[in-house]
């Protein structure tokens, strides 16, 4: 039988406790019992999927990152196929790819980052989420297996050692993407990725002739920019920056009115 992780389960069990013994009004000598034994017990969980990080110079890598998204969303903004769209459409483009994109340019820029173990919250906080629904809960905390993920493409790009033509292309085969749902011009948004594919191929081929298998290893790597999910760069790039503030409002407001 294959043995899962405890480690949840256990901590639940034992903040549930720390709660009820708290709202119960026990005597305060059961209370600093209880929080003895807690502190005890070793914080989080060390299982890949279930540990939570955070950048380890999150002011420099916060800057770049910022500084690689504004790249991403005026590359959008300067293909006329792109603002030929109908505004819906561009909106649910650019609600679809802005990630993968992103990511692109962290590539394309050389962006490297470090993440450390993410700070164990306090009891009290444990408790208040417990108590009533917070936001925070809702939102994806980026693990150390969604960064290994992460990084893991990062090396993939960069081994390819795209040229900037290279990128350029890739890009807007990942913009055009016809397979988002409700597109009114999906069609148009089809024609628009084959000529992407058509011209990324055409410029693989002369800068790498001996190289046949290029072509296809840079489309599979790049499908494997769909596996990082948009909260998990949200949460690790913009979240120190922006707050509470809905990054996907930002990104509309800079495409669209800036």
């Not at 999150?58 to 500084?67: F, G, N, Y």
């Not at 190289?211 to 489309?219: S, V």
Request: glycine content about 4%.
């Amino acid at each position: 039988m294959e043995k899962g992780c405890h480690c949840s389960d256990h901590s639940d069990q034992h903040s549930n406790a720390i709660l009820y013994n708290i709202l119960s009004r026990k005597d305060s000598s059961t209370c600093n019992q209880n929080n003895n034994n807690y502190n005890s017990k070793p914080h989080g969980c060390n299982c890949e999927t279930r540990r939570t990080v955070c950048l380890k110079r999150p002011s420099d890598i916060c800057q770049e990152a910022s500084a690689v998204l504004v790249k991403t969303i005026n590359f959008m903004k300067s293909l006329p196929a792109f603002n030929q769209l109908p505004p819906n459409d561009q909106f649910s483009l650019l609600k679809s790819c802005w990630a993968p994109l992103f990511i692109l340019g962290l590539a394309q820029e050389g962006v490297d980052f470090e993440v450390i173990d993410s700070p164990a919250d306090s009891m009290l906080k444990k408790i208040l989420l417990n108590c009533k629904e917070n936001s925070e809960t809702d939102r994806e905390q980026p693990t150390m297996a969604g960064v290994s993920k992460l990084k893991s493409c990062l090396k993939k790009f960069w081994s390819l050692d795209l040229s900037p033509k290279e990128y350029a292309y890739l890009k807007g085969t990942i913009i055009f993407n016809p397979d988002v749902p409700d597109l009114k011009a999906s069609v148009f948004v089809e024609c628009l990725q084959q000529e992407a594919h058509n011209a990324l191929k055409e410029v693989v081929q002369p800068l790498h002739p001996w190289d046949e298998g290029r072509f296809a290893r840079i489309l599979l790597t790049a499908s494997s920019l769909q596996s990082i999910t948009h909260g998990l760069v949200t949460e690790l790039f913009f979240r120190p920056v922006i707050g509470q503030t809905n990054l996907l409002e930002l990104l509309v407001d800079m495409l669209f009115y800036r």
